[in-house]
């Protein structure tokens, strides 16, 4: 069984919010939130169009989710420095 990549995210939004989730597939998941494929998160759809400001790359769903948490504990100035990074 071939392992597949995972990334956790910070997405963009319209409104200079960000949003923090994790995919299998950052190209998909964009177009999610941005309403051209169906999927994408509910705090997303009113605040489009939505980019990607960050990702880091994972090897396991478990770890994404593990990520995800730490970095939605963060404040906004710290997600923003983390952006900032890429």
């Not at 090897?59 to 995800?68: C, G, H, N, V």
Request: hydrophobic residues 30%; aromatic residues 10%.
């Amino acid at each position: 069984m071939q392992e597949t990549d995972w990334y956790v995210y910070l997405a963009k939004c319209a409104d200079d919010t960000l949003y923090t989730g994790v995919t299998n597939n950052l190209e998909r998941r964009m177009k999610q939130h941005n309403g051209k494929l169906q999927g994408g998160a509910r705090y997303t759809s009113g605040r489009r169009p939505v980019v990607l400001a960050w990702y880091e790359k994972v090897f396991s769903r478990s770890q994404a989710q593990k990520r995800e948490l730490e970095i939605r504990s963060l404040s906004k100035a710290e997600k923003i420095r983390l952006s900032r990074k890429v």
